[in-house]
């Protein structure tokens, strides 16, 4: 890959605002437009590139926004379509794109589609959703829901079921209809008139259900089969969104990502791959779930810590794989997993600052678009003040439901402490702007509790010490727009048996980059043969002790071979 063929998305760094819980401009609990366009000269001082909004449309808040019942309005929670053209206005003026969320493998059963297409079976929306009939009184097929209990809703009006993988407020849409996949490309093209840069697009990779909608197995302690084997990466996905890309997404330069739950090395060379017949780039999820409970019953709920040695082999893999080949996104958290430095690192307070800089040095290093979920910045922690009265999330309470209360697979004590350690919810507190009431992010009530640190982690402090978080990846971002090594350097790891150290290479002619990163919360030594002229670009340490690697040290060295 040549200077000139490295496209902009490549050397961008984005930014994730979960608008709910950013900046409250009214005061009325709940995050909003104003908010966050009052907030843009902070992510322009950060250097991120893109900003990647949650969904900010009209929703009855089923999921949160994921629920959307107009595509086209705003949720009036958040503001108006005049202020989001205002948003996208003042973040232009600043070099900084706008993403949207784009939500279509299902609406909100409050759409004016859905309504329509359960008032009858002559409904000329009928087939934009997937209606079927009972299978001896019970539902058409074993599959579960993501969120727990059954994929299937039973309708009196029809006397039908409807098929929804989230939640029951969340019909999924018949994207076997070429009807409903040209109303999605209209919608889209409507956006992408109005001026914004990109979409990230929500579970894509379960766009095409499987002919017939079969049974798939079922696990010890499992009431039903998983819908994500059953589903992702369908039989006619790629065709669908070859399609998207000859009718909407060729028509302006914006980047794409896919959320692309279950995906495959092989199916990730398609999603993203470089001839831009797809999409620019794909969310993968097998690092997330690495250490999910050995029951698959229990899903994500355990609190286990990962290997960094199947860490390692993980994100080698797809660094290798799609190197030449296709794209990588890069990540350690977002709105559905839990705070990085609480999960992956030590929130701890010995450590969380030094963990929480490795942590964003190991990853802006590697090839791929990093994102920054909002707070990860400051290294906001999980919030372990939380009890169950505390959560908002339909996740979590369902789990509770189902995995608790109903089945007795966790007692709620377990349940509790796997929730602090892996729920949504940690990730989703409000925005930590100061040590005032609520944290600078409302004077209202807050729609969802306050993590309770937030005298001690916030913005103010972080902008106020040269030394903090923030400013390391103010620098990782520099860094990435800056060298192209960081773009188009090849990738090698060093020693994958080490359970302490991720160390990697980066190779681009005559330069090569050395990334060191301890995991280990003790001193531990490591001779990586770094030469005497080696340049020192950036460490959590304010010397360099060579061999001695100390706890949570990372370090990253230019060589000129």
Request: aromatic share 12%; hydrophobic share 35%.
């Amino acid at each position: 890959m040549t200077e000139n063929q490295i496209k902009w998305w490549q050397k961008a760094v984005v930014y994730q605002i979960y608008p709910r819980s950013f900046q409250d401009a009214n005061q009325d609990g709940i995050g909003d437009l104003k908010g966050i366009i009052s907030r843009l000269d902070y992510v322009k001082k950060l250097g991120a590139d893109v900003i990647w909004l949650n969904p900010i449309y009209a929703t009855p808040n089923a999921d949160n926004g994921y629920d959307i019942s107009d595509y086209e309005a705003i949720n009036p929670e958040f503001g108006t379509m005049e202020e989001f053209e205002t948003l996208l206005g003042e973040a232009h003026a600043r070099g900084i794109k706008i993403v949207m969320d784009l939500v279509v493998n299902h609406s909100s059963s409050e759409h004016k589609w859905f309504i329509e297409s359960r008032s009858s079976k002559d409904s000329d929306k009928r087939d934009f959703y997937i209606w079927r009939d009972p299978v001896d009184g019970h539902e058409p097929n074993n599959w579960g829901s993501f969120f727990s209990g059954s994929t299937w809703k039973f309708d009196e009006t029809t006397g039908q079921y409807y098929l929804h993988l989230f939640a029951e407020g969340q019909p999924d849409l018949n994207w076997e209809n070429p009807e409903v996949r040209q109303s999605v490309f209209d919608m889209m093209n409507r956006w992408v008139d109005k001026g914004i840069d990109g979409f990230r697009m929500d579970v894509i990779s379960l766009l095409s259900k499987p002919e017939g909608l079969p049974d798939g197995p079922v696990s010890k302690d499992a009431h039903f089969a998983n819908s994500n084997d059953m589903v992702a990466n369908g039989p006619h996905i790629h065709e669908y969104i070859h399609e998207m890309r000859e009718k909407v997404l060729n028509n302006a330069d914006i980047m794409t990502v896919g959320e692309a739950s279950n995906v495959d090395i092989e199916n990730a060379k398609r999603y993203a791959a470089k001839d831009g017949s797809e999409l620019n780039m794909v969310f993968q999820f097998e690092h997330m779930e690495l250490d999910n409970n050995p029951n698959p019953a229990l899903g994500r709920w355990d609190d286990a810590p990962l290997p960094l040695t199947k860490l390692k082999a993980n994100l080698t893999k797809w660094q290798n794989e799609l190197e030449n080949v296709a794209w990588n996104s890069l990540y350690w958290q977002n709105h559905d997993q839990s705070r990085a430095v609480s999960r992956f690192g030590s929130d701890a307070p010995e450590f969380r600052v030094k963990s929480a800089k490795m942590l964003a040095t190991m990853l802006h290093f590697m090839q791929g678009t990093p994102y920054i979920y909002q707070g990860e910045e400051i290294g906001m922690t999980n919030a372990n003040n939380f009890g169950w009265d505390d959560y908002d999330d339909i996740e979590i309470k369902n789990a509770r439901k189902y995995l608790v209360q109903r089945d007795g697979l966790l007692d709620d004590d377990t349940m509790l402490r796997y929730v602090h350690y892996k729920g949504r919810d940690n990730a989703r507190t409000p925005m930590q702007w100061t040590d005032g009431e609520n944290a600078g992010f409302t004077t209202g009530t807050p729609w969802l509790k306050l993590n309770d640190n937030f005298d001690k982690i916030n913005v103010d402090q972080a902008l106020a010490d040269e030394g903090s978080i923030f400013y390391h990846y103010q620098k990782l971002i520099q860094f990435r727009h800056d060298l192209d090594i960081v773009t188009t350097g090849h990738y090698e790891v060093l020693d994958l048996n080490d359970d302490e150290v991720y160390a990697y290479k980066r190779v681009l002619d005559d330069e090569e980059l050395l990334v060191i990163n301890s995991f280990a919360e003790d001193a531990i030594v490591r001779d990586y043969n770094v030469p005497e002229d080696a340049e020192l670009l950036i460490s959590n340490y304010k010397d360099d002790a060579g061999k001695d690697l100390r706890p949570y040290e990372s370090k990253v060295y230019r060589i000129n071979k």
